[in-house]
């Protein structure tokens, strides 16, 4: 079963805006990554959150962590059409060795 | 440089083959993962091994099977027993499950004729 879900399923923007992407997931976490991919490529990795931490930066982007509501959410400041891409949540939960990912928010910045 | 490489990208199969998707990675990483990924959906986890010589059942391992006799190599059998295998499929490793980031490979792409 996935373990996390996003929102939206698909979302479109001019360049130079915001993107804001969720995620909500089922049962207690080690980490909370995000990915990214572009069509027909492999996942590339993005940023990873632990359970003990609210919040991470990494250059444009943002990722929150709320473990009592078990959700998370990406920013993508400043958005540029080479960000258009699919964008996954995955998660380990605790107990085991895998990692699950949702079905993805797919990102369009239009120039 | 230091990756992961599946082979072939791309592989069409006659009803009721089996086929064999092959998965290398030379960065001495323990762990290693097989997905599915279906037009406009999400990963699925079929396989994962976290060391040489064994491996666990992920969500969808019915109709497939794999090995892992070494630690760089974990091949994937799409059997014939997998009813609907048209798909793309994901191979990805990990220093070790559940330390971090996990790298991929570009994934090869089944279709059944």
């Known amino acids: 079963s996935q373990q996390g879900e996003e929102d939206p399923q698909a979302l479109s923007i001019q360049e130079g805006e915001n993107a804001t992407m969720n995620c909500s997931y089922k049962t207690s976490i080690n980490n909370l990554q995000w990915y990214r991919q572009n069509s027909g490529r492999g996942l590339v990795h993005l940023i990873l959150i632990r359970s003990n931490e609210r919040e991470k930066h990494s250059g444009r982007l943002r990722v929150t962590l709320d473990t009592s509501k078990k959700s998370s959410s990406l920013l993508i400041t400043a958005s540029r059409a080479a960000d258009t891409a699919s964008y996954f949540c995955a998660t380990d939960a605790l107990g085991n060795n895998d990692m699950r990912f949702g079905a993805g928010t797919r990102l369009t910045v239009k120039p | 440089d230091g990756g992961i490489t599946q082979s072939p990208k791309y592989l069409f199969r006659k009803e009721g083959q089996n086929v064999t998707l092959s998965c290398e990675q030379n960065l001495n990483h323990d762990a290693m993962y097989w997905y599915r990924q279906d037009p406009g959906q999400g990963l699925r986890l079929i396989y994962y091994?976290?060391?040489?010589?064994?491996?666990q059942k992920g969500d969808i391992a019915e109709g497939y099977s794999v090995s892992r006799e070494k630690k760089e190599s974990f091949p994937l059998t799409v059997t014939s027993a997998q009813k609907n295998p048209t798909a793309f499929y994901l191979c990805?490793?990990?220093?070790?499950?559940?330390?971090?980031?996990?790298?991929f490979g570009e994934g090869s792409r089944l279709t059944v004729l």
């Open positions: 091994s976290q060391i040489v010589n064994d491996f």
């Open positions: 990805a490793s990990t220093r070790q499950a559940n330390t971090g980031e996990l790298f």
